[in-house]
Structures are given as structure tokens and as C-alpha cells.
């Protein structure tokens, strides 16, 4: 397995990370301890969760179950030193957390704690912000998304803000680094400015989505990951499963993500199938599972710091392990190249 240093921190993560946010909905707490079992075996040591999971749905009554659930893995295997842990602080609007409070150092430290608590540890390896404040570009909010309303100065005095927080949990030993999720390009830069003037840990990675069908990050983030050291962790880099084929012709297999979201979080269109039919007719022609090609093409881009896939079977595990080894060659990314060109954004 390959290893990805985490920004300028000292943490190393494997090329691939598993996720957990069916964790408590789809999952029990042993089919979990089974994925976490057999994806270490297989040489991931990169474990991704947030507070608010598991989805499918979140309510307010199963809101950190999927923290739990890792918890009794550590406390039953006390393999912690084994695993390099991401969680994520929910941002504003999220009504079964802190009632949609925003981010800010009077939510910081109970957030924290309310983790290391459930997941049984003394630390978190990376802790995530869920979502900026001001709102985000992301889940198919692009098409209208409009920063126009934005204060400047709000955004530094909250950066300013968070960051202080943040820095005495350094202190305290409960974090090691700090990552952003589901971020812009502006707003990465501006986390790593405040940062350098006042303080506080720098902004070590970004999860963002990142897939053959959402590429939003080859522009203008890819340049500010690569210039800036801020590696992507890539999510949902199967579509939600769109890319493994099993929704094409209408199929909505029983218990699916589909299944649970009809519209796989508007990424269902007519677009998107017709643009996994391109995919899939690569992956015929080179002989290559699709879930795996896939997955072995998000570790070409050059700014990638691991990608998280999630399972809901230990079958669908397997199959996505196959693409650690997985080296794509020149004719298929070519392929996709070409396809990405015939198909850009189709959601």
C-alpha cells in the first residue's frame, strides 16, 4: 500500500481510506469491525467518520452512532496506534446537531470532546470542518451557487476565531491536524493566510467529492493542492455507486444507497447513466472490473492524498481492495480522457 504524507504534518495515510458513514444504518457494529479487520489486513490504516453519521438518513436519533461503533472496535482490538483517525465538527443548518448552531470556539471544544468520548480515544488524528459557515459550492449546489451575500469580515473574524479553538485542542494533545471538507479554493487559501498571521494549525488536507463523473476539483483547487500542500481526500469516488454499473437500465438493487435516496443526492440524471455507460465500455474493453478502474484512476491525479470508499458488504469490499495493486495504463486513460470530454459534469 502506498503512503501519502498529510500536508506539511508528520502523518502518513495509506493511498486509500475507508469510510464509515453507513456505519449504524446499513451496517451493524460487527459487519463494521469486519470492514476495519480486513481493510488494515489489506495495509489501509486511514479511517474517515464525522460526528453526525451514519446517513441514510441522519437523524437526530442515531447521530453519533457510527463514532461509537469505532470506539468498541479500539477498545475490543486496542489497536488505536494502528489506525490514523478523521472526524469531522458539523457545520450551521445541521438541525440534529446543536440544534444547526454554526462552527465557532464556543462549539469547538464540546464537539470534540463529544468524539473522543464515543470513539474511546484520547486524540484525533485529523479533525475536519463538515462544511464552511458561509455555505459551500458542493452537492449540486454549483448550478446556482452565489457568494455575493459573503462578509469578508465575518469570514476572518470566524476563521480567527475557530483557529484559537482549534490551537488549544493542539495543546491539549486531542487533535494532531486540521482538514476541511467540502471547500473552495478562496476559502482554503484564506484558512491557510489566517493561519500563517495569527496562528494556529495549519489547514492540512480537504475532502472533497472526486470521481469521474465530479471533477469539479481539477481547476482551481488542483493548482491551490499542489502549490499549497493540501492533498485531497476524494469522496464518494465510485458516484454513490453509480460507477459500479449496478444502476444502469432502471435497477435500484434492495438495500442500495439508491434504495434509501432515490435520487442518490441529485446525482441521478439521465446525463450521469449515460456517462457510466462510456466508463463501463472502457472497463469492457481493457478486460478491467469498473468499481476498481475507477477507483485506480482517482490515484493518477497528482494532487490525490487518499480516496475513501465505503462499503455496505464485505463482497463489495473485495472487489474495491482489488484496486489497490491497480495501475492503469496509457490506453485507458486515454479512454477516459476522452470520455471525461464527451461527458463533463453530467450532474
Known amino acids: ?85 478523521a472526524t469531522k465538527h458539523s457545520g450551521e443548518g445541521m438541525a440534529a446537531v446543536r440544534d444547526g448552531a454554526p462552527i465557532s470556539s464556543d462549539t469547538i471544544a464540546e464537539t470534540v470532546e463529544g468524539s473522543l468520548r464515543r470513539l474511546k480515544t484520547d486524540y484525533i488524528d485529523l479533525y475536519q470542518f463538515h462544511w464552511p459557515n458561509r455555505g459551500s459550492y458542493m452537492f449540486r449546489k454549483n448550478w446556482a451557487y452565489d457568494p455575493s451575500g459573503q462578509l469578508m469580515l465575518d469570514t476572518q473574524n470566524h476563521m480567527e476565531d475557530a483557529l484559537g479553538a482549534l490551537q488549544d485542542e493542539v495543546k491539549r494533545g486531542t487533535i494532531r491536524a ?31 467529492e472526486y470521481s469521474l463523473l465530479c471533477r469539479l476539483y481539477d481547476t482551481d483547487l488542483a493548482e491551490m493542492s499542489l502549490h499549497e500542500e493540501v492533498p485531497l ?11 459500479t454499473g449496478k444502476y444502469q437500465n432502471g435497477a435500484v438493487p434492495a438495500k442500495s444507497r439508491m434504495s434509501l435516496s432515490a435520487d442518490l443526492g441529485g446525482r441521478k440524471t439521465d446525463r450521469a447513466f449515460t456517462a457510466v455507460d462510456a466508463y463501463l465500455e472502457i472497463a469492457r474493453k481493457h478486460g478491467l472490473d469498473p468499481t476498481q478502474m475507477a ?29 489497490i495493486d491497480l495501475e492503469l495504463d496509457d490506453a485507458v486513460i486515454t479512454d477516459i480522457d476522452a470520455a471525461h470530454r464527451q461527458h463533463p459534469m453530467p450532474y
Open 178 to 208: 486540521f482538514g476541511l471538507s467540502n471547500e473552495s479554493a478562496w476559502g482554503t487559501t484564506k484558512w491557510l493566510e489566517v493561519a500563517d498571521r495569527v496562528g494556529g494549525p495549519r489547514v492540512a488536507s480537504i475532502q472533497n
Open 295 to 323: 477507483l485506480a484512476w482517482c490515484k493518477t491525479r497528482p494532487f490525490m492524498g487518499s480516496i475513501i470508499f465505503g462499503s455496505t458488504t464485505m463482497e463489495q469490499l473485495e472487489v474495491c481492495l482489488g484496486a
Open 1 to 85: 500500500m502506498n503512503m501519502n504524507r498529510l500536508g506539511r504534518t508528520n502523518i502518513d495515510v495509506s493511498e486509500f481510506c475507508l469510510g464509515s458513514m453507513t456505519w449504524g444504518t446499513q451496517n451493524t457494529a460487527e459487519e463494521a469491525h469486519d470492514q476495519i479487520d480486513r481493510a488494515l489486513d489489506a495495509g489501509i490504516n486511514f479511517i474517515d467518520t464525522a460526528e453526525m453519521y451514519p446517513v441514510n438518513p441522519v437523524s437526530a436519533e442515531t447521530i453519533g452512532r457510527t463514532e461509537r461503533i469505532i470506539g468498541l472496535w479500539f477498545e475490543r482490538d486496542m489497536r488505536r496506534g494502528d489506525v490514523v483517525l
Open 233 to 243: 481526500l476524494a469522496f464518494s469516488p465510485l458516484a454513490a455507486g453509480l460507477l
